[in-house]
């Protein structure tokens, strides 16, 4: 009797497994019952409309809603926040630089295993992961804490990455060149068929005051204001960047390439990886147009229309970025196109990442991963920015 139930239980995962497998593989991107031009725009308006209605609702919340004490809004398309305090002291990010980087000397990965034999050692920076670990858990996203006592059980074990200064760019004009700018190009965190990342935080243990930012070139960014809480939406919206929009999204949804630099991408695909890398550029530009102009008394009006497209998120030492990598329709968001600027008169960056994903098991189409992706966001703000 117990074998039978085994087998049953074998034959459902099974059928589950497949039906997901076979959702994102013929349904995903609309691409094989919606092949014809015309179809393709039909799905693509469908889906972005979805979605910028989810983005409104949010938008209405956050203007109804008390501050947060941790985190700001930075973008509504992608979400996106910013810490408003660190979460670590500089002494706790030095602490857990060195410990990581020890742990990437050993050509070792990071793993719940490698953490918890660096605890049981009294490893100073192991037990500094671990306490990252659970407030980013707990603290940012909001989520219980898990019944058990193993890292493997509940808490997302992050990557480090650490970026040297590009000795190439000093002799270069790194403003105008995005080959140099962008030195690993930009890209959406579902590439390489991570369907199911909804949302990644980047913990910057280092700081970079010129160069060195996260970039998004394709985000709407808004501006929080600390005295009066409430959004304001940047209105003046540049034809050109409207086109990289577009571009993005059938970069993705269309020609299911995920990375601006794809190895086996097509040249019209490249093509429009490199138009949405010369916004990257362009905001570098304008933004860093703007801080010399800060000196030499530029006008606000002008100051504002320079800074209406993009946002670059600078890296601060025990601080963190935390953003959405899906809409609430099951696709990837093209606006989270982003990637790391070359170093500039810093000496290096250092980052650790931490992707949190949708079980597989919660769901059995493309309109229910959706639903959870729109579940997971409404209870961040329940959680951050509870109603007055």
């Given at each position: ?19 997901v497998?076979?959702?994102f593989t ?101 037990k ?8 980013i ?52 965190d ?6 199911f ?58 020609d ?16 429009l ?30 100051k ?8 670059r ?31 500039g ?16 098991e ?27």
């Open positions: 009797m117990k074998d039978i139930s085994a087998i049953i239980i074998v034959i459902c995962v099974s059928i589950h497994f497949c039906n497998q076979c959702f013929n349904i995903y991107y609309g691409r094989k019952y919606e092949s014809t031009p015309k179809k393709f725009q039909w799905v693509l308006k469908s889906a972005t409309e979805t979605s910028l209605s989810h983005r409104d609702e949010i938008e209405t919340r956050l203007n109804g809603a008390l501050t947060s004490n941790l985190l700001v809004p930075v973008s509504l398309d992608p979400l996106m926040f910013k810490s408003s305090k660190p979460l670590l002291s500089k002494r706790d990010c030095r602490e857990l630089s060195s410990w990581c980087k020890q742990i990437v000397e050993k050509e070792e990965k990071m793993t719940s295993q490698v953490i918890e034999d660096g605890e049981e050692n009294n490893s100073e920076g192991a500094i992961m671990i306490r990252l670990q659970k407030m858990h707990e603290q940012v996203l909001g989520l219980p804490t898990p019944t058990s006592s193993c890292l493997s059980d509940g808490y997302v074990v992050p990557r480090f990455l650490s970026y040297e200064r590009n000795n190439e760019g000093e002799n270069n004009d790194s403003t105008t060149s995005r080959l140099i700018l962008l030195p690993d190009g930009l890209h959406v579902t590439n390489n068929g991570h369907h990342r909804h949302w990644t935080i980047l913990f910057y243990l280092d700081t970079c005051n010129k160069q060195g930012a996260t970039i998004f070139p394709l985000a709407t960014p808004f501006e929080w204001n600390l005295y009066e809480p409430k959004l304001y939406r940047v209105k003046k919206a540049k034809t050109q960047l409207n086109e990289a929009q577009e571009d993005a999204k059938k970069l993705i949804m269309e299911d390439v995920q990375h601006t630099r794809k190895v086996d991408a097509s040249e019209e695909s490249l093509k990886g490199r138009i949405i890398e010369n916004e990257a550029v362009s905001l570098f530009q304008k933004v860093t147009s703007t801080n010399d102009y800060n000196d030499n008394g530029v006008d606000e009006n002008q504002e229309e320079l800074l209406n497209m993009g946002v998120m600078m890296p601060r030492r025990g601080h963190f970025c935390l953003f959405s990598n899906l809409r609430t329709n099951g696709y990837p968001n093209p606006l989270s196109f982003h990637g790391g600027e070359a170093i008169v810093e000496k290096s960056k250092e980052v650790l990442t931490f992707f949190y994903e949708i079980p597989l919660t769901f059995m189409s493309r309109e229910e991963f959706g639903y959870k992706v729109k579940e997971r966001e409404n209870n961040l703000l329940n959680f951050h920015f509870p109603t007055k």
